[in-house]
C-alpha cells in the first residue's frame, strides 16, 4: 500500500526521480528548514525503491545543503531539512576555479557587482543593524601583529555585513561563497600587500559612507577598495598605505578607470 502524495519509482536513473518527488513534497507540505523527511526505509517502501536509490538521493541532497542527515535510531535519525545554499555555491565554486573553468578576475567582478550594489542599498538604510558587526570587524583588523589569516577573516566578517545590510539574504549565500572559495588567494593577496593600511583605510571609507547614508560613495569606495586589493588584476599599482587614503577625492577615479578596463 502507497502512501498517498508518493508514487512508484519508473526510471533507470532511479535516485533522480527520487529527488523530484523529495522536492515535490517539500513544495506541496510546505515544509521549512528544521523539518524533517520519512526515515530511508519508509522513502524506500513508499517510493518502491531500493534504500541504495534513496541513500544516493539523500547524499545529493546533502551536498546542496538542503539536507543534514543524522546516522542512528529514534527520533534524531534520519534527514532534516536546513538551508545552506552557500555551501554548495563554495564547493562549486572553488571546483570551477581548480578547473580553470572560472578565472580569479571572473569572482571579483562578480564580487564587486554583488557588493557595490549591497553598499549603496545598505547606505540607503544607513547600514541598520549591521553598523555594530562592520565596527567590530574594523576593531579588530587594527590589532598590532596581525597575521594574514587573521586579518582576511576580520575583512571577510565586514565585507559579509555589508551584503547583509542589503537585506538579500541571495546575495548573502554567494557573497559567502565567493570569499570562501577564494580565501587562500586573499590570504596570499594580504601577504603580497605586506602593509595593509590602505585596506583598512578603505574599509573605514566605505562604513563612514554607510553610516552618512551616501549610497554613491559607499559604490565608489566598494570599486577601489577592489583594485588597493587585487592591483595584480586590474593593473593598478599597489597602495603602501602612504597619503590620505580616506576620501573620495583622486581614488575613485583610478578605481572606477581600473574596474572598467576590458579583461
Do not use: C
Amino acid at each position: 500500500m502507497i502512501e498517498d502524495g508518493w508514487r512508484p519509482v519508473r526510471r533507470t536513473r532511479t535516485f533522480e526521480e527520487v529527488l523530484a518527488q523529495i522536492e515535490r513534497r517539500i513544495e506541496a507540505d510546505g515544509l521549512t528548514p528544521g523539518d524533517r523527511l520519512p526515515g530511508e526505509r519508509q522513502l524506500a517502501e513508499q517510493l518502491q525503491v531500493s534504500r541504495a536509490s534513496v541513500r544516493e538521493a539523500l547524499r545529493v541532497l546533502e551536498t546542496l545543503g538542503v539536507v543534514s542527515s543524522n546516522v542512528g535510531r529514534g527520533a534524531d535519525a534520519g534527514a532534516v531539512l536546513t538551508a545552506r545554499p552557500g555551501s554548495a555555491l563554495t564547493d562549486l565554486l572553488r571546483l570551477h576555479l581548480r578547473l580553470s573553468s572560472l578565472s580569479m578576475r571572473d569572482i571579483i567582478d562578480t564580487r564587486l557587482m554583488v557588493e557595490r550594489w549591497s553598499a549603496e542599498h545598505a547606505a540607503r538604510h544607513g547600514g541598520g543593524a549591521e553598523l555594530g558587526p562592520m565596527e567590530r570587524a574594523l576593531e579588530r583588523m587594527e590589532r598590532p601583529g596581525l597575521r594574514a589569516e587573521e586579518f582576511v577573516e576580520d575583512d571577510t566578517a565586514f565585507h559579509l555585513a555589508i551584503v547583509r545590510a542589503s537585506g538579500n539574504r541571495l546575495l548573502v549565500a554567494v557573497m559567502e561563497a565567493l570569499r570562501e572559495s577564494v580565501r587562500r588567494y586573499a590570504v596570499d593577496a594580504i601577504v603580497r600587500l605586506g602593509d595593509t593600511a590602505i585596506l583598512r583605510a578603505d574599509h573605514r571609507r566605505i562604513h563612514e559612507a554607510i553610516k552618512a547614508g551616501d549610497a554613491a560613495e559607499a559604490g565608489r569606495a566598494v570599486a577601489d577598495h577592489l583594485v588597493h586589493a587585487y592591483p595584480e588584476l586590474f593593473g593598478a599599482p599597489s597602495g603602501d598605505g602612504s597619503g590620505d587614503t580616506s576620501g573620495a577625492a583622486g581614488a575613485a577615479p583610478h578605481g572606477a578607470a581600473a574596474l572598467d578596463r576590458p579583461h
